[in-house]
């Protein structure tokens, strides 16, 4: 079963900000990109990490990110990050191209599901 960056969002908006990035993993490993647009959920980084994860699997599929990705109100006016101060520098130089770029600072590493 695949689930769509509407599944993503509504799961998110049902999430713990603790567990944002579990989960974001998981929908990496069994999402689908589809053009639709994902209604906005009210939480902006929720909604960055929507189009983000969305745009990274694309990338990761060698397709095209949905035009939605790249909306203002899917973009962070600043930095969320949800790990140690200490380790900020590490995250952001590992941080995949398509989630930087909507503020959400995650390294690579952690965006794999196991």
Request: charged share 15%; hydrophobic share 50%; proline share 5%.
């Amino acid at each position: 079963m695949t689930f769509t960056a509407a599944d993503l969002a509504a799961t998110l908006a049902a999430s713990s900000e603790e567990s944002y990035v579990r989960v974001v993993a998981d929908w990496l490993a069994h999402g689908e990109v589809t053009s639709s647009w994902p209604a906005l959920t009210g939480h902006a980084v929720v909604d960055a990490l929507v189009a983000a994860g969305t745009a990274h699997l694309a990338r990761l599929n060698r397709t095209e990110a949905p035009a939605w990705t790249t909306a203002p109100d899917r973009v962070l006016p600043s930095f969320w990050y949800p790990g140690s101060d200490r380790f900020f520098a590490y995250s952001l130089a590992h941080a995949p191209a398509e989630f930087a770029a909507r503020g959400i600072i995650v390294e690579r590493d952690s965006l794999v599901s196991v």
